[in-house]
């Protein structure tokens, strides 16, 4: 991939050409205990996984499309990682693209397979886990957010993919933010119902959020996906 600044004049545009360069690309390297940063964040992974984010500036206030600015404390615990159900099929009512009906808890995919690479305008870590599910963090300079870009299928027709974010936010009651439809932040609570995983998978269009009031995870996407927060701290999405 490509990857350099530009400045673009308002109301117009400016044209930039790309020439081929006798200098070494660079090259992922195969890592499992590292560290990339920007001017905001470092990210520290432990065995080819996210395992924490440290603020560099100590204390800065980050902006968040949800809420009002908050602080990253000097450390935030986080794990990103892949899960998978298993769709019901049987007696009964299916599983299937309008109605979602897990057997059971969630099962974690096995580790994946880590590369790093150390670009001069980007920092970047691929991580794949399997052929049907891969996923790449970039941190950009200046940034005060972490791309995340998913890569997902195709699955078998009895497995749902999640990717969840177990944090140390103590967000009471699991209580979790979703966006309506891009103009406002709706709260979902948690809800004990039979089928209690489907009962608390909510819609959303453009980000979700959890929060404990001094601290939040923000998690907003390009697409509709279904969220859910089904532990204190964790935040997944189909």
């Known amino acids: 991939a490509l990857y350099f600044h530009m400045k673009l004049p308002a109301f117009g545009y400016t044209t930039y050409f790309a020439k081929y360069s006798q200098r070494a690309p660079n090259t992922a390297v195969p890592a499992t205990d590292f560290a ?36 990253l404390p000097s450390l935030f615990r986080t794990h990103n990682q892949f899960f998978a159900y298993q769709s019901y099929s049987g007696p009964g009512q299916d599983s299937g693209a309008y109605i979602f009906l897990p057997t059971g808890p969630a099962k974690e995919l096995p580790l994946p397979k880590t590369q790093v690479i150390r670009g001069k305008h980007v920092q970047t870590v691929v991580q794949v ?15 005060n957010h972490i791309e995340l870009h998913h890569s997902v299928g195709p699955l078998p027709t009895d497995t749902e993919l999640v990717t969840r974010f177990t944090t140390n936010i103590t967000n009471n009651a699991y209580d979790l933010w979703t966006d309506n439809n891009g103009f406002d932040s709706l709260h979902r609570t948690f809800r004990n119902e ?6 608390n998978y909510f819609p959303s269009i453009y980000g979700s959020h959890i929060s404990d009031g001094r601290r939040a995870l923000a998690y907003v996407h390009d697409r509709a996906q279904g969220v859910a927060s089904l532990e204190s701290g964790q935040i997944e999405a189909m």
């Open 129 to 143: 886990h399997n052929d049907r599910a891969q996923e790449t963090y970039r941190l950009y300079p200046g940034a």
């Open 36 to 71: 990339i940063s920007n001017d905001l964040f470092n990210l520290t992974f432990r065995g080819g996984m996210l395992s924490h984010m440290t603020n560099v500036n100590g204390g800065k206030m980050i902006a968040n499309p949800f809420t009002t600015p908050f602080v």
């Open 194 to 199: 039979t089928q209690t995983i489907p009962a």
